[in-house]
């Protein structure tokens, strides 16, 4: 079995009350890339997210990426320079 590509290790999830963000936390330091969807999220509680993630992917040499006004990409650099998470990204990037 060949390994997996950066788009097929990535996680779509639709920001809602439940999501915990501890386990999205964990989920960014096994290197698993994440696709957050915020769009009917509360608009502080998704703030608070955003910056708490941002300083976890930052830890790991990582970045954010906006793909549009409340779907964000977070990922390590090389899962978001993959090609297969790449051509994702810039096909719905606004």
Request: proline letters at 1%; hydrophobic letters at 45%; glycine letters at 4%.
């Amino acid at each position: 079995m060949g390994k997996k590509t950066a788009r097929d290790r990535t996680e779509f999830i639709k920001v809602d009350k439940n999501t915990d963000v501890f386990k999205l936390a964990d989920q960014l330091m096994l290197r698993v890339p994440l696709i957050l969807n915020f769009e009917d999220f509360d608009i502080i509680e998704s703030n608070r997210m955003i910056v708490f993630l941002s300083g976890v992917i930052y830890a790991l040499d990582g970045q954010v990426e906006v793909i549009r006004e409340k779907i964000f990409a977070f990922g390590i650099k090389e899962d978001l320079k993959d090609k297969s998470l790449r051509k994702f990204i810039n096909e719905y990037k606004e």
